[in-house]
């Protein structure tokens, strides 16, 4: 049960920002919002996380919204090498497991 | 920072056979996951160890699959026999802590088995 709902893809245009959306309506005053990626034939990686503000690191930026029952990832300029799987999941504080779903599939074009 | 490390990368082997894949984790990490992925789908967890005691083996199938953390570093995850149903990427993932919330878990590159 991954509680969270994901589109199964998008296309973006190389150099232009991608927003990845994300519902997760059941969400709970505890969960952790994560986003991790898995490039092909490798491992997930971590992007980025929040609880209730908007967070930004190198990698992206994640907009939560007021509610929490949704959040964005925001990608601020595609590369090629960002084409992946992006995975948004919740995780509580006393969870010690990642609930994977079958994420968005993200393409660039040149 | 080394990161999590796998052998072997990828594995053929045929039905009935046994496998068995190594993991060494990030330094310092007390958690260690092992992961299964099905072409297609995200990871599903098999089995996750707090040093070398193991936290959750639920989705592990017992019958055939067996895992162990010894002496709280390194891990190895075993199918013997094996299906044609196993064929799949097993993942191993380490991180600081147990609880999650705000814990990063960090993803080795995955053996890619195939059951012929």
């Known amino acids: 049960d991954a509680k969270t709902t994901q589109p199964n893809s998008m296309e973006s245009n190389e150099e232009e920002p991608v927003h990845l959306p994300c519902n997760h309506s059941?969400?709970?005053?505890?969960?952790?919002i994560h986003w991790y990626r898995q490039l092909p034939s490798q491992g997930p990686e971590y992007v980025i996380h929040?609880?209730?503000s908007n967070v930004n690191n190198r990698m992206a930026s994640l907009a939560i919204a007021e509610d929490r029952k949704s959040s964005t990832l925001i990608l601020h300029r595609a590369t090629l090498r960002d084409a992946a799987v992006y995975y948004c999941i919740r995780q509580g504080s006393n969870d010690y497991k990642l609930s994977f779903g079958a994420g968005t599939t993200v393409t660039v074009r040149a | 920072e080394a990161g999590v490390a796998q052998s072997p990368r990828y594995k053929i082997i045929e039905k009935r056979q046994s496998v068995a894949f190594w993991c060494n984790p990030i330094s310092g990490h007390a958690t260690l996951y092992w992961y299964q992925q099905i072409l297609g789908q995200g990871p599903k967890l098999l089995i996750q160890?707090?040093?070398?005691?193991?936290?959750?083996d639920s989705q592990l199938p017992k019958d055939r699959f067996s895992a162990e953390r010894l002496k709280g570093v390194d891990s190895t995850l075993k199918i013997q026999p094996a299906k044609l149903e196993d064929s799949a990427v097993y993942l191993c993932a380490s991180s600081l802590a147990l609880y999650g919330g705000a814990e990063t878990q960090y993803f080795g590159p995955g053996t890619r088995l195939l059951v012929l």
């Open positions: 929040g609880l209730t």
């Open positions: 160890f707090q040093n070398n005691g193991v936290v959750d």
């Open positions: 059941t969400i709970s005053g505890t969960d952790y």
